[in-house]
């Protein structure tokens, strides 16, 4: 621990770790064991993998979410002189390949990577050829199937450790409860009992309060009488993009000047609006939940929902932006009724209908694998023709892996590489490479600019060589430093781990319990909203209902935090808001009429209600349509029943339109069945064998 203290010093200019911050690098790097760190935002979660990184020998590997929260990361360490790196698909070749240069000479310290990276040939490639000292899952949660922001993606990270024998794991995330903890800790093999340290939420300088509104302008004018008698820089928060448009427009009536932020927004904006939001004194900016991640400003004095948020995850994120210098901040959460149907909105906007996971498992099922035991998929093509939204195509996928352990994800590939000459001498050793699969490269390759492109599918059917060979050999190339390349057109790729069901009856058996799955998983988004509107109603002290939420019930003495709505009146705020339960027959009509479809009634729903998806986009009967939702104020589930009774009465068929979905041509009936040859899964993937913590008789 000398070293640690010594490099806090010299490098970060800290006397003393703050609160749990010693005890878990002590946990990494004299124990040498996995650790998970539950620390609000703001409580000094970097430098518990930061400091190690420069305390252990080999590579430390940062897996985060957001490039540009990555970008912020790597300036401030480059700026004390550590040698730190992002890679990602935003930067040239020349920066790329300096940055493999970097990390396979073992002189790069930190690289930080988004989970998506785990998919790309080279990089894995190159994690082989290095130690990984210390790998760092930032925002773990995204791990856990029952966590607010559940990213497929993540999933590949557990068994990324075990192939590739990283020596230790630290989980950080800022938004666990207790269950998510538990699924990241068995996820990663971390003593629950020793190896988890946590910060409670509670912070005493904020005060957490809740008002209730008729509508919208009623909101406008109490945010503005908000913001006017601020002290300090305030964040507005707002659910859609056009909503933050709205607000700072209605704001600058009052005369009061408020910037804009969401994702929809070009790059150089966002980074030109949160510099200006850093360097002011009194900046408002009214936001998406996309601003924030990275923003480490100590005197923001007030933070407002102006929607509610859609958890009590997210909302415990935002307001701890508030106030991190330790002194009193308000934070503000409007309730108002005409709100709640969006928020419902993105809660049920990922559940499609049972018909199309039936068509899609029948694609998966027979398609034959290739002869490397695995099946490939465009699934931006198959998010189109089975109208099922890609993180949810994605989570689909994940599940006849995790859950029914039919396939195995593995490496995607890539059907197009664009090769460039890097340096004279390195382009003739690619001229002269006389191994098979360079033959057949340059064989089949077409000029492109004042390179070469290659299509990597073609040529393998051509040569008979393996893709993965080719792909090995220009990756090879790449590593060797003689030249540049780049892949594009991505193909997700599973190893048939055991026979898919194929007959007509195990296909809409499995279909039926997915579906069951993905109903519970939309029901428990819809619980959440309910439980933002309990904590923000409850005859109980705020801030001691959002520290039980995430475990800390002791966090508040004598939970009463003094200064929140309920401990400044006594009472909960009355709030209930109903949705109209009988739909519109008109409307109903309205919505048949337009969109003739008559084989999904939840299609026709979703377009009453405003909930967009594949099929509805290409149909034209999305956000662009006049109808489009709607029925919001609808309940959605009387929606769907009501135009069930219609498609009933059509025999819930599809109706063809002038400019058809492609989906129903290009899907086979269940009975156009046959047997596919599948593979079982033979390893090797990764470097150490799947040796990763074993050494030490542990499980992974």
């Not at 930080?112 to 998919?119: D, G, I, K, M, Q």
Request: proline share 4%.
């Amino acid at each position: 621990m000398e070293k640690a203290h010594e490099v806090l010093k010299t490098t970060f200019g800290f006397d003393s770790f703050r609160l749990e911050q010693e005890a878990v690098i002590r946990r990494l790097i004299v124990d040498n064991e996995n650790a998970l760190v539950l620390f609000p935002t703001g409580g000094g979660k970097s430098l518990t993998y930061q400091i190690p990184a420069l305390c252990l020998e080999g590579l430390t590997l940062v897996i985060s979410p957001l490039i540009a929260l990555m970008k912020d990361q790597v300036d401030a360490l480059v700026a004390r002189g550590v040698k730190a790196a992002n890679l990602d698909s935003t930067q040239g070749a020349d920066r790329a390949a300096w940055i493999k240069g970097e990390v396979l000479s073992g002189s790069m310290k930190i690289l930080y990577v988004a989970p998506e990276r785990l998919n790309n040939e080279g990089f894995m490639a190159m994690m082989r050829r290095v130690t990984i000292s210390l790998l760092a899952v930032d925002e773990s949660h995204c791990i856990s199937q029952w966590g607010a922001s559940f990213r497929p993606e993540y999933l590949k990270i557990a068994r990324f450790a075990e192939e590739m024998d990283v020596e230790r794991v630290l989980c950080l995330t800022a938004t666990a409860t207790p269950s998510v903890a538990k699924d990241i800790c068995d996820s990663f093999f971390i003593d629950r009992s020793a190896g988890v340290f946590r910060i409670p939420v509670y912070r005493p300088n904020l005060a957490l309060k809740v008002e209730v509104f008729g509508n919208t302008e009623e909101k406008t004018k109490r945010l503005a009488s908000i913001l006017k008698g601020r002290t300090g820089p305030a964040i507005v928060y707002v659910t859609l993009q056009k909503h933050a448009e709205e607000v700072s427009n209605a704001l600058r009536a009052h005369q009061l000047d408020a910037m804009i932020y969401h994702a929809g927004l070009p790059s150089e904006e966002r980074e030109r609006v949160q510099q200006q939001f850093m360097d002011s004194d009194q900046g408002i900016v009214v936001a998406t939940i996309a601003f924030g991640m990275g923003i480490d400003k100590a005197n923001i004095r007030q933070v407002i929902h102006f929607h509610m948020p859609k958890t009590l995850e997210n909302y415990s994120q935002e307001v701890g932006r508030a106030g991190r210098d330790g002194l009193h901040s308000d934070c503000y959460m409007f309730l108002c009724a005409t709100d709640i149907p969006i928020l419902e909105g993105f809660a049920r906007g990922d559940t499609c209908a049972k018909r199309d996971i039936q068509l899609w498992i029948q694609q998966v099922a027979l398609q034959p694998p290739a002869s490397d035991g695995t099946l490939d998929f465009n699934h931006y093509k198959q998010a189109k023709d089975f109208d099922i939204r890609q993180n949810v195509l994605g989570l689909l996928y994940a599940q006849l892996e995790l859950d029914y352990g039919y396939i195995r994800a593995v490496t995607p590939f890539y059907s197009v590489y664009d090769i460039s000459s890097r340096n004279d001498a390195g382009w003739r050793k690619v001229m002269s490479d006389s191994s098979p699969a360079a033959v057949a490269i340059r064989t089949y390759w077409m000029t492109k600019g004042s390179g070469y492109t290659v299509d990597m599918v073609m040529t393998a059917e051509r040569s008979g060589i393996e893709r993965s060979e080719l792909a090995k050999t220009i990756n090879g190339w790449e590593m060797d430093g003689n030249i540049w390349s780049k892949a594009s057109q991505v193909r997700a790729r599973y190893m048939v781990m055991k026979p898919i069901p194929k007959s007509a009856k195990d296909i809409k058996a499995l279909a039926d319990a997915l579906y069951q799955r993905m109903v519970a998983r939309e029901n428990e988004a819809i619980e959440k909203i309910r439980k933002v509107i309990e904590f923000a109603t409850n005859d109980d002290c705020m801030a001691q209902g959002l520290a039980a939420y995430f475990g800390d019930e002791d966090a508040v003495p004598d939970g009463m935090c003094g200064h929140c709505t309920f401990c400044m009146t006594g009472a909960g705020v009355e709030f209930s808001p109903v949705a109209t339960s009988i739909p519109d027959p008109a409307r109903v009509k309205q919505i048949l009429d337009a969109c003739p479809e008559r084989d999904d009634p939840r299609l026709l729903a979703r377009m009453a209600f405003g909930i967009t998806s594949p099929r509805l986009a290409f149909g034209k009967w999305s956000t662009a349509h006049p109808l489009f939702g709607c029925m919001v104020d609808t309940d959605f589930n009387a929606l769907v029943a009501a135009f069930d009774v219609e498609c009933k009465k059509a025999g819930y068929t599809r109706v063809e339109t002038a400019a058809p979905a492609p989906r129903t041509s290009q899907k086979r009936s269940y009975t156009q069945t046959k047997t596919a040859s599948t593979s079982s899964y033979r390893g090797g993937y990764g470097r150490g064998g799947g040796s990763y913590k074993r050494a030490r008789g542990r499980k992974y």
